[in-house]
């Protein structure tokens, strides 16, 4: 007979964003997220903002003013999405015409290859702190 309360417990892994990137993603105004590693995962990941915020004023200028609170919160999950794909960008010009979904600026492209980290589907969720990692992390929730 299965245990109830193990029927409670799911696991799942997070990645972490600076924020506002995070709280872009969550309310679904950023569908890429990029970095410098691919991956092959796919499915619902949990969406954590980094206990450090992205300094550079241009990111700042994406957040409408009613995101501003939840671009705010630091070190813990705030939602999650469906990661679908690993996008290869192999030149400036690829990084460039996707630019209305990842919102990064071209001149942030540096080669020879960015991954794009494309989710659909994201949802805010209740913030919970939660030290954050580089990669994909297990998370452990319950309830």
């Known amino acids: 007979m299965p245990n109830p309360a193990s029927a409670r417990v799911k696991k799942l892994y997070a990645i972490s964003l600076k924020q506002p990137w995070a709280a872009l993603l969550v309310h679904g105004l950023k569908t890429v997220e990029v970095r410098r590693w691919a991956t092959a995962r796919v499915g619902r990941v949990l969406i954590h903002a980094s206990r450090t915020a992205d300094k550079r004023p241009e990111a700042w200028k994406l957040v409408p003013p009613e995101l501003n609170a939840s671009a705010r919160l ?8 469906e990661l679908i794909e690993c996008v290869a960008y192999k030149t ?3 990084f460039r015409d996707d630019q209305p979904r990842h919102l990064n600026d071209p001149t942030w492209f540096v080669g020879p290859v960015l991954y794009g980290f494309a989710f659909a589907n994201a949802a ?5 702190p939660l030290s954050g990692w580089v990669r994909f992390f ?4 319950e309830g």
């Open 74 to 81: 630091l070190g813990g999950i705030v939602g999650s999405a």
């Open 92 to 94: 400036v010009e690829s």
């Open 124 to 128: 805010t969720l209740p913030f919970r």
């Open 138 to 141: 297990p998370v452990t929730l």
